[in-house]
Nanobody
């Protein structure tokens, strides 16, 4: 069982930055692929970024490449999402999720492999 708690969301002007954190409980954090997803009002949950259990592989949706960076610290059971040059269209509830590191890498762009989810943190970008 893994419990995930996000923090770091807030209100920021366009062009600003935020860093989201997701702390996981449990001793097996290092065995999971960690992902960030976001959901805007009235829209489906979308993939943002994911990172392999070792941190050596990262994956991003096209709209955030070059602006967002995902990283993890397995000693602290924490995954981060550094978000720079934020845009109003980035406004959403951001959730972290954990998936077993047993799927092909393409699978992690979908929410399906992820077994555990946090409650989410609101990110609002004003224009």
């Amino acid at each position: 069982q893994v419990q995930l708690v996000e923090s770091g969301g807030g209100l920021v002007q366009a062009g600003g930055s935020l860093r989201l954190s997701c702390v996981a409980s449990g001793r097996t954090f290092g065995k999971y692929v960690m992902g960030w997803f976001r959901q805007a009002p009235g829209k489906e949950r979308d993939f943002v970024a994911a990172i392999s259990w070792s941190g050596s592989n990262t994956y991003y949706t096209d709209s955030v490449k070059g602006r967002f960076t995902i990283s993890r610290d397995n000693a602290k059971n924490t995954v981060y999402l550094q978000m720079n040059n934020l845009k109003p269209e980035d406004t959403a509830v951001y959730s972290c999720a954990a998936a077993p590191a047993t799927y092909y890498s393409d699978s992690y762009y979908s929410p399906l492999p992820y077994d555990y989810w946090g409650q989410g943190t609101q990110v609002t970008v004003s224009s």
